[in-house]
Nanobody
Framework: QVQLVESGGGLVQAGGSLRLSCAAS????????VGWFRQAPGKKRMFVSR???????YYADSVKGRFTISRDSAKNTVYLEMNSLKPEDTAVYYC?????????????????WGQGTQVTVSS
């Protein structure tokens, strides 16, 4: 079992930056694909970014060039650096992990989830 705990959300003005963290306990992230999804009120949970255990990094078109995913194996933590934030980035952000080589962009393919952290971007 992998337990995931997100932190770093908050309120920021448009154009600002935030860094989300996702700490794992129970097991290390080694051998896991890790990712971030987000869910706005009344909307489906949507893919944001993932980092596969064999080194692949992928982003949704809407965040490409603004967000960066990274992992620190020594700290067993995954980060999502978010720059040039827009009001449409407002959502609850969820950290996720799975043992598949590449689970892709569907949330149904991921087994482990954090509780989510709220990101609100004001205009």
């Amino acid at each position: 079992q992998v337990q995931l705990v997100e932190s770093g959300g908050g309120l920021v003005q448009a154009g600002g930056s935030l860094r989300l963290s996702c700490a794992a306990s129970g097991r290390t992230f080694n051998g896991y694909t890790v990712g971030w999804f987000r869910q706005a009120p009344g909307k489906k949970r949507m893919f944001v970014s993932r980092n596969t255990w064999n080194g692949g990094t992928y982003y949704a078109d809407s965040v490409k060039g603004r967000f960066t995913i990274s992992r620190d194996s020594a700290k067993n933590t995954v980060y999502l650096e978010m720059n040039s934030l827009k009001p449409e980035d407002t959502a609850v952000y969820y950290c996720t992990a799975d043992r598949l080589v590449d689970p892709g962009t569907s949330p149904a393919q991921y087994v482990y989830w954090g509780q989510g952290t709220q990101v609100t971007v004001s205009s």
